[in-house]
Antibody, heavy 119, light 108 residues
Framework: EVQLVQSGAEVKKPGESLKISCKGS????????IGWVRQMPGKGLEWMGI????????RYSPSFQGQVTISADKSISTAYLQWSSLRASDTAMYYC????????????WGQGTMVTVSS | SYELTQPPSVSVSPGQTARITCSAD??????AYWYQQKPGQAPVLVIY???ERPSGIPERFSGSSSGTTVTLTISGVQAEDEADYYC???????????FGGGTKLTVL
């Protein structure tokens, strides 16, 4: 079974750093783009960026460029989303998702990681 | 910045047909995709490449495209179809992707 399993919920203070993860199994992780999607409480989906673990080619939405860093470690089939200095406005659910070539869009999603930033 | 415009809400009675639209200038040149999201769950793909249905998605879900507007149609709406629906598409240059603001489908 193809799965993306994300790291657990996080509670952080403003200014702290954070790296959340998304581990793939059941498919050739390095051969699919993996994306990240933000959903702020009670709000819609926002496409943040995407990475190809095979060569770490990365693209960002202009809205998130410079605000977060997307990376991957192909040796352990894991993608990451990280912040160097969190803000309260980063409080949201973050999903990773696999971009399936056949559909040309996300087909498999992780369960989501809730990040809460509060002093 | 580039945007996909959806109506905030659509309401239908069970058994009726629900139509959810999504509009943007680049849609004649870019495919659109539709996701269903129920409370507390991750999104689920229901339509890809304007009108294709992934395996496992009921036939009552269909998609169409006309000019700058794409439409998700749910025929014979069931109570279980009550959810938020998001359209999704590349920007005009195809470098990144965006989601529409979402439409809450209420089954009366």
């Amino acid at each position: 079974e193809v799965q993306l399993v994300q790291s657990g919920a996080e509670v952080k203070k403003p200014g702290e750093s954070l790296k959340i993860s998304c581990k793939g199994s059941g498919h050739s992780f390095n051969s699919y783009w993996i994306g990240w999607v933000r959903q702020m409480p009670g709000k819609g989906l926002e496409w943040m960026g995407i990475i190809y673990p095979g060569d770490s080619d990365t693209r960002y939405s202009p809205s998130f460029q410079g605000q977060v860093t997307i990376s991957a470690d192909k040796s352990i089939s894991t993608a990451y989303l990280q912040w160097s200095s969190l803000r309260a406005s980063d409080t949201a659910m973050y999903y990773c998702a696999r971009h399936f070539t056949g559909y040309d869009t996300f087909d498999i999603w992780g369960q989501g990681t809730m990040v809460t930033v509060s002093s | 910045s580039y945007e996909l415009t959806q109506p905030p809400s659509v309401s239908v009675s069970p058994g009726q047909t629900a139509r959810i639209t999504c509009s943007a200038d680049a849609l004649p040149k870019q495919y659109a995709y539709w996701y269903q999201q129920k409370p507390g769950q991750a999104p689920v793909l229901v339509i890809y490449k304007d009108s294709e249905r992934p395996s496992g998605i009921p036939e009552r879900f269909s998609g169409s495209s006309s000019g700058t507007t794409v439409t998700l149609t749910i025929s014979g709406v069931q109570a279980e179809d009550e959810a938020d629906y998001y359209c999704h598409s590349p920007d005009s240059g195809g470098y990144y992707r965006i989601f529409g603001g979402g439409t809450k489908l209420t089954v009366l």
